[in-house]
């Protein structure tokens, strides 16, 4: 008992009153960060401010806006005779749906539905990208996995 009894007094030794008090406010500072990205994820606007840009041969052809529960549409591009691609665009994401290239890379690409992503059409030339508006603010979604490259 008078061991516990002098590891509590050595222990008070090592901290004197205002220790305790800088303590509890970096505590209480910590959770500041936290607190502001809240707030700041709170005020923002609810439409994404993305857009779908559909280019074929460099020129642009068409633009989407994304957003969520925006209307379900499929568009179908013809770039060269004999060539074509159905584009379906659901809400906040877009992708090909169809064509008939030899590889299938864009339909293969799947949806897309992030800032800066791509779907590209080679032998049609048709590229979708999809920007941001000018004057929207810049997502606030975890975009963690936007950074893995493969190897």
């Known amino acids: 008992m008078k061991k516990q009894l002098t590891r509590k ?10 220790d305790y008090v800088f303590i509890g406010l970096a505590i209480m500072l910590s ?10 994820t709170m005020n923002q606007p609810q439409t994404s401010g993305l857009v779908a840009i559909v280019k074929i ?3 642009v052809v068409d633009t989407y806006p994304l957003e969520k529960g925006g209307p ?12 074509y691609n159905i584009v379906e665009v659901d809400g906040d ?8 290239s030899p590889d299938q890379i864009a339909v293969k690409t799947g ?7 791509l779907s590209i ?3 049609h030339n048709l590229i979708i990208e999809i ?21």
């Open 31 to 40: 959770f500041v960060p936290a607190i502001w990205t809240v707030y700041q």
């Open 121 to 123: 059409c080679l032998p």
């Open 57 to 59: 041969n460099g020129e």
């Open 131 to 151: 920007q941001r508006t000018k004057g929207s603010p810049p997502a606030s979604e975890d975009s963690e996995d936007d950074l893995i490259l493969p190897l």
């Open 93 to 100: 994401s877009i992708r090909v749906k169809e064509d008939n």
């Open 9 to 18: 007094k050595q222990l008070l030794t090592y901290f004197r009153p205002f």
């Open 72 to 83: 379900h549409k499929e568009k179908t591009y013809y770039p060269n005779k004999g060539q």
């Open 111 to 117: 949806w897309i539905n992030k800032e800066g992503q």
